[in-house]
C-alpha cells in the first residue's frame, strides 16, 4: 500500500508541474502580474523582497515580478490539477457526475492549504537555517545544490510530522463523536 502511495503522490508532482508548465507558457496573465508589480517602486520591492529573502535584492523589481508570476500561476494550476484529477475519477473509476462539484472545490482548498503550508515551512527552514556557514564564498553549485536537498528534506519531514498530527487528531475527533452517539 505504501508503494501505491508513494506512486500516486509522484504522479500527482509530476502533473502539477505539468500543469504549472502548461499555464505559463499558454494562459495570459504576464499584464496581470505587470500591473500588480508596476504598483511596487525601487524601495517598496527591495522592502517586500528582503521579508522573503532576508536580504536586500539588487534586481528587486524583477524578482516581484517572478514572485507575483508564481503566485498566479500556481493559483491557476492548482484549481485545473484538481480538475483532471476529479474527471480522470469519473472517467476510470466509473463515478456517477452527482457530487464531484462539491469534490472539486474541497479537493482545490485542501491542494492550497497543502501547497502554501509546505512553501511557508520551506520558507522558514530557508530563513532559520544558517547557510551562510556552508556558502563561505562559494559559488560552487554543488553547495547551492546540497543546501537545497537539506532544505527540501527538513521541509518535508516537518510537514509530514504536521500532517502526521493533523490526521491523528482527526480520528480521536472522528472516534469521541461515535462514542458520544452511543
Do not use: C
Amino acid at each position: 500500500m505504501v508503494v501505491k502511495d508513494l506512486f500516486n503522490l509522484i504522479i500527482k508532482i509530476a502533473l502539477f508541474i505539468v500543469i504549472m508548465f502548461v499555464v505559463a507558457k499558454w494562459v495570459p496573465y504576464g499584464g496581470f502580474v505587470s500591473a500588480i508589480t508596476d504598483k511596487f517602486d525601487y524601495q517598496s520591492a527591495q522592502r517586500f523582497t528582503a521579508a522573503i529573502e532576508g536580504e536586500p535584492n539588487p534586481e528587486a523589481g524583477e524578482a516581484v515580478y517572478d514572485y507575483f508570476s508564481l503566485l498566479i500561476n500556481t493559483l491557476i494550476s492548482i484549481p485545473l490539477l484538481s480538475a483532471v484529477i476529479t474527471t480522470y475519477r469519473i472517467a476510470v473509476k466509473r463515478r456517477t457526475p452527482g457530487h464531484h462539484a462539491k469534490e472539486w472545490m474541497t479537493s482545490t482548498v485542501r491542494r492550497f492549504l497543502k501547497i502554501f503550508l509546505f512553501t511557508w515551512l520551506f520558507w522558514i527552514v530557508f530563513r532559520v537555517m544558517p547557510y551562510e556557514s556552508l556558502i563561505n564564498g562559494s559559488q560552487n553549485s554543488a553547495v547551492y545544490i546540497a543546501i537545497f536537498t537539506i532544505n527540501m528534506a527538513i521541509t518535508t519531514a516537518a510537514y509530514m510530522l504536521i500532517v502526521r498530527l493533523i490526521k491523528k487528531e482527526k480520528l480521536n475527533y472522528d472516534n469521541s463523536r461515535i462514542n458520544d452517539l452511543r
